[in-house]
């Protein structure tokens, strides 16, 4: 029986097949944009500080697929998005993940009885070790919906308006939106609340190259909803994002990302032993003018050590994302 992951990674190889064809045969001088799989203009994960002129709009369906410590996580997120732009330089964004998969062979399971608070995750032999993606997961596999983004970007510098780079300040928020003691329990919600800001900086090189890095801090308030002896003290993230796409006869970018969180704070003993790191590398294809499809190669780096004596094992390391965006832009002076 095929699943996702092997099906992602056939639709990833078929896509770069197709792609590489038709960008050979067709050539254009249009500057292509798309929104990320958050919603902001930019590439896979990482933003772009040129912002959205008003009434101009990106919408994105994607699959993304990851792999995180400890617990031997692999993790597949179906995030929808959008952006608008609302004034001059002001745009508002929002992304949704409609379903989130995880699988977790590396914990212990069923600990918890029906009725009673989320204990936070375990090894297989019962050491507090787990991870803010899924805090108190108590099942080998789970799927529902997730986590809801929203935020706004303003530019302050843009290179459409002659200035040397872009740049943009950012204000976004997380909330969950299965945040039930079952769905914690299942790993998918953590009770948590993120809000954060960040600044974006972007340089393109005439057509051909755009380069983008993200500076970007989310303030967690740790779970607050239980009695004192089942709080759990999370930290903060540090969130730094680097990426460029080299257009290849115009319709047909290649892309490159590199997305590194670290956590920083208080935090309880055996929360997010690594801080993550994620590299990915993609095409992204331009059929027609505000349509685009993309496929990529995600690697997760920076395991934990693995203690086999123990039963403590690194998670996997390739992943794929997946995306068709649609953009409304302007006409062309």
Known sequence: MTTVKQLGAYLVMLFSTLSGKLALSQQSDETRQSGSLDGP??????????????????FSIGVNHYHRDPGEFSIITYPVSAAIGIFRNFEVFGAWDVQKHIEAPGIQTYRV?????????????????????????????????????????????????????????????TMETNNSATGQNRGLSSSLLKGGFG?????????????H???LVNLVRSP????????????????????????????????????????????????????????IL??????????????????????????????????????????VAFGIRRATP
């Open 224 to 279: 607050r909803d239980r009695p004192e002896e089942f709080h759990v003290d999370i930290g903060h993230e540090f969130i730094y994002r680097a990426g460029a796409a080299f257009p290849v006869r115009g319709i047909f970018h290649f892309i490159v990302e590199l997305d590194v969180k670290v956590y920083a704070g208080d935090r309880d003993v055996g929360l997010n032993p690594q801080n993550p790191v994620d590299l």
């Open 199 to 211: 600044a974006l900086v972007s340089k393109r090189v005439q057509r051909r190259a755009q380069f």
């Open 113 to 173: 009885l029906p009725g009673q608070l989320p204990l936070p995750a375990t090894t297989r032999l019962g050491v507090v070790s787990f991870t803010s993606e899924a805090l108190f997961i108590d099942v080998p596999e789970a799927t529902g919906r997730a986590n809801l983004l929203g935020g706004a970007k303003y530019a302050f510098l843009s290179e459409e308006a002659g200035r040397p780079f872009g740049l943009a300040g950012v204000f976004m928020g």
């Open 213 to 215: 890095a993200n500076f």
């Open 41 to 58: 203009t930019g590439l896979f994960k990482v933003w772009d500080a040129e912002p959205l002129y008003p009434s101009e709009a990106n």
């Open 282 to 323: 993609g095409l992204r294809l331009y059929p027609k003018s505000g349509l685009s499809c993309a496929a990529g190669y995600r690697a997760s780096l920076n395991h934990i050590n693995e203690d086999p004596a123990n039963l403590v094992f690194a998670s996997g390391t390739h992943g794929f994302v997946l995306q």
